[in-house]
């Protein structure tokens, strides 16, 4: 009989609990990494990097048959020959660093069409292996830096990406920029307006510039925006900047996906400990106050001395790292340097500590579970029965018929006995 499982716990204790099963033959599932205690870490089933072991209880004792493969062929084994050779043109381009195959890779990670989202898992499974296997020859450790970038409007985000980004490529770095876009609750639209922004950046052959619309994600950070994270440092990118919406529930959605979290605050935007809610800046691994130059240059010292006292009060979130508080021009090009040696003992801490490896492990999971609450919400509103009383049980709603938890309540019903 054959049981695929996952092991939370050593193996050596749970295979004793199988010498008293009834069970003659079984079939598991290990991840080839391990945590720090040396438990095997659980994955999904068809993640890669997966080894398949077959233990048979024979008369005589455990006999141990080790079959190293990958599940990757599970999924490639449905695609027709045109479908294989367009992913094998992709990955391969991709790896390369053709700037072309990553923006159609993206494209295709971010399209909404079956069929298509199908194709992309396999391309991003091909690269997950790639990566990981870069990973285990730089000595387990990441090859990029993640970085989340956000703040309010106004606070000057695309003008310091390009000083910043300028500053970066011409120290041989590569750098891509996914910014994220609001899109029109009415249209649907998005002016995807980054690139006009950064018009020096966008010309640099080091620097990729991906503006991405929301589509009305709660947060404002695209459900793909992790899977694009992984194309680019498959196509090379050791720095990832990740733009978000502005101040609201996408820091706390890009956080879960960056390695550090940093805000931008203008000088004079009023009463800034009144304006910035404080969940969001204890989730800041580092505050910039943009503009100190010219006449701002005293509000914006300031600001940086109340941002300093109040980040003393806030919980620790790390045991190696305190947050700064900095004062910034990309005008004058006033501190960008200072910053950029502060992001670096940042990563440098994190990773000696091991916190920086956990972190990205607990992202996983984080995104997991929000992609699965998304494909969740969307297999109920697509199914039948809820779909056929969505319109009437929201007239009803609209109308003061019926509350909405009760047209909730109904809604759940329909869905779990597939009759109203």
């Not at 490896?357 to 029965?385: C, D, G, Y």
Request: aromatic residues 6%; contains cysteine; proline residues 5%.
């Amino acid at each position: 009989m054959n049981m695929p499982m996952l092991l939370p716990h050593p193996h050596q204790h749970f295979l004793k609990g199988l010498l008293r099963a009834p069970f003659r033959c079984y079939h598991f599932i290990f991840h080839s990494t391990h945590l720090g205690s040396g438990i095997p870490c659980a994955q999904p089933f068809n993640s890669l990097g997966l080894h398949c072991t077959k233990w048979m209880l024979l008369s005589n004792g455990l006999k141990r048959k080790l079959c190293v493969q990958t599940t990757l062929k599970d999924h490639t084994e449905g695609l027709s020959d045109k479908e294989q050779r367009f992913v094998d043109k992709l990955y391969s381009g991709l790896i390369q660093g053709q700037r072309a195959c990553l923006a159609e890779a993206i494209t295709l990670v971010e399209s909404t069409h079956s069929r298509k989202k199908e194709l992309a898992q396999v391309l991003l499974q091909k690269v997950l292996l790639y990566h990981r296997e870069q990973e285990q020859s730089n000595r387990g450790k990441p090859l990029a830096f993640r970085v989340g970038l956000s703040g309010p409007p106004g606070a000057g985000k695309s003008t310091f990406i390009e000083y910043f980004g300028k500053m970066l490529t011409e120290r041989g770095h590569k750098l891509s920029v996914l910014a994220v876009d609001p899109s029109s609750c009415t249209s649907g639209g998005s002016l995807l307006g980054d690139k006009t922004r950064m018009t020096e950046l966008s010309r640099d052959m080091n620097a990729y510039i991906r503006p991405s619309p929301t589509r009305g994600t709660l947060g404002g950070v695209t459900r793909t925006t992790n899977e694009a994270i992984l194309l680019c440092e498959g196509a090379g990118y050791d720095i990832i900047l990740i733009e978000t919406v502005g101040v609201g529930q996408s820091e706390f959605a890009v956080a879960d996906m960056v390695d550090m979290f940093v805000l931008l605050l203008p000088p004079a935007g009023g009463d800034e400990l009144q304006g910035i809610k404080r969940g969001i800046i204890e989730m800041a691994d580092l505050v910039a106050v943009t503009k100190s130059d010219g006449d701002l240059i005293v509000p914006a010292r300031r600001i940086q001395a109340e941002y300093v006292s109040a980040l003393k009060l806030l919980r620790k979130r790390s045991q190696v790292w305190k947050p700064k508080v900095i004062r910034i021009s990309a005008r004058s090009g006033e501190g960008i340097s200072e910053m950029w040696d502060k992001m670096k003992d940042f990563q440098n801490l994190m990773l000696a500590s091991g916190e920086l490896t956990a972190k990205r492990r607990k992202q996983q999971k984080v995104w997991m579970w929000n992609l699965i609450q998304e494909s969740v919400l969307e297999h109920f509103r697509t199914h039948p029965t809820v779909r056929e009383q969505i319109p009437l049980l929201e007239q009803k709603v609209l109308t003061g018929a019926l509350s909405p938890g009760l047209a909730a309540d109904f809604l759940l019903k329909a869905f779990k006995s597939g009759d109203y």
